[in-house]
């Protein structure tokens, strides 16, 4: 697919900005690599994140730095002359100085370095590690990178285990398919939000003092795998904004894309603003069938064209506030309108003996909009007591959706023009509340109660042409569902760090699910009330280890979960094609017994994963198809009773 793309970034920095050095084309420079490998003195064993660093003769100042790797290699590459010093840290190990005369271009190879331990200095008390692992979190002392003064937070991010670079300057964490939420001293933040390439390409990383990466994230963060906090340095500010702009243009579908953004911060006021909008009109798509039936020389063939045409528009705007130097209040709004086409013309052919039989010509054209509001408020108090913390959240949402679709035909079949109507609405209003106290220096707590009010309504009717030519419901194809349910949830998660090395955490989740006189479902011209209204109790126990720096992590949970609308609702999409889908009301919950045990280890900042697992379920939710009475495939879930599996991954 061919793509045009022009983008434009405007910077606009009136504090703390990126000072990165531009190379000059100086004559008495020389491009020099200085590479070797870090080692322990007695064990051999390879020594990671040591700081490398390379300063000019009898001046302190680094003008070259860098981290061994996993493997406890470096390189340092850069233009200079003369003399340097070369130096080695690293906690725990004696340093290292070399000085280093350099007159010519050159790849200077140092081998393997073996550093002596050492018994710990008054002065080594203050010195702390780049890196520092526990069995929960890896934490990047972003103030003990030499590369600190000239880097951009991007930079630096990319020297931190388990995260990844794309291409195109945006950034995973352990795999793509990993989610993951990044915030600023711990709290939702405006300044991380939109435009988020750009923003971690341009903030200088002098105004950081630390990346803290959870393995094990906090409820308050929702349901991610990671969680990356960026800690601010408070001696240092970071103010200005930065804006961006970008068009792009697909030939082949004929789709543009126009997306402007801003972000900005200021001493207390973060804020970030940003649109979508494209507009689509593809040019005609042809396909071609043609099939013989041999016994009675019957061909058919058929020729369609299709076409998409859409607009949508998608402007999101989020600030943060300080209130005080202990409240933080974050404020998310954001909108969706979109209007889509759907063009087809279907031309059918029947001949027998090359002799012309019947001619149909389908005209299929479906239109419909989506529109949606988001609107969020978080607003976090944080106690005189280091790590006690009361987080407050409101979310709205509202999702309406309308469809239509008109078939028309012409040719030899009579009446057979007709026309579906979809509707879709879904409204949730939400209320979390999270408390947070580290109950002795080892133990925390976490706990949440919530409240959630949602309401789903989908209608679809169905309609076809009459000799009259008046459209006339079909009340067999009538599909209403209308669900409106409260749900009071609570959890409880308590976390025993034992030491550095060993982690325990005991977890409860209730949930109570109040659904009146049940969910209304309509099919055809039969209606039916659909009850869910009860608890849900889901306890869990985990340990979490870490043996020779890799680690593990056992876990033993008991999940109840309740059937979702798609097992629930018996509508039927399409009655007369030959497969159908439909669902059980009758479905029970399935409650769920686990077992895991996982060891995870570092290769190349990748997490690997050796999993072990086991399940054991009652009244198991699983899918069953058979064939109806007229032929058609029918697919339908049922209760099976009692399944036992096992199963081992490595991914």
Known sequence: MQKLTIGIVFLIFSGLTNTSAIAQNDPTLFRIEIKGQLTDSISGSVLPYATVALSKGSDTKIVKGAIT???????????????????????????????IELSEPQLLDLGRIALPKSSIMLDELTVKPLVEQSA?????NLDQDPDRQTSS?????????????????????????KSYVIVRNGRSDALFSDNLTYVLQKLPAMGFSKIKLSLVPQQRYGNVDYVLNIVTDSTLKVVGAIGSA?????????????TPGTTFSSEKLRGSANADYSISSAPGKKNYTEQ????????????????????????????SYDLAKNQFLTLKIRTQYSDTGFDKEKTTQTSKNEILQSEVVNDYVRIGNNKKLEFSLNYQYEFKKEGRILNLVSIFSGTP?????????????????????????????????????????KINLETYIGWLNRNYFSESSYFIMTETGNWAPVMGNYRLLDKKYNVLDGSFRLNNTVSKSLTLQFDLRVDYLNDGQGARIITGTTERLLSETGFIFNPGLSAIFMINKKRWNTRFSIRQSRPGLEQLNPYNEDPDGPIIKVGNPDLKPQQTNSFSLQKQFLIKK??????????????????????????????????????????????
């Open 292 to 319: 013989l039936t041999f016994s009675d020389q019957i061909l058919m063939k058929q020729i369609e064209t299709i076409k998409n045409h859409g607009e949508s528009v998608s402007p999101s705007a989020r600030f």
């Open 401 to 441: 959706q309308n469809s239509t679709s008109n078939i028309t035909s012409s040719g030899d079949l009579i009446n057979s023009d007709r026309q579906d109507n979809n509707k879709l609405n879904i409204a949730e209003n939400r209320v979390q509340v999270y408390y947070l106290d580290r109950v002795t220096k």
């Open 246 to 258: 970008s068009y792009s243009y697909f030939f082949s579908s004929n789709n543009n894309f126009f």
């Open 153 to 177: 937070l991007s930079q630096i991010l990319d020297k931190v285990p388990l995260v990844q670079k794309r291409p195109d300057g945006s950034f995973y964490i352990d795999s793509p398919d």
């Open 136 to 140: 929960t979190e890896i934490i990047y």
């Open 69 to 99: 790797g996993l493997d406890g290699k470096f390189s340092l590459i850069f233009d200079g002359s003369g003399s340097y010093v070369f130096s080695v840290r690293h906690l725990g190990y004696k340093n290292f100085r070399r000085t």
């Open 606 to 651: 990748k997490m690997t994963n050796l999993l072990f697992s086991t399940y054991f379920s009652n009244n198991a939710i699983s899918p069953y198809t058979f064939q109806n009475e007229k032929g058609q495939t029918v697919t339908t879930y049922l209760n099976y009773g009692k399944n036992f599996s096992m199963q081992q991954n490595l991914f």
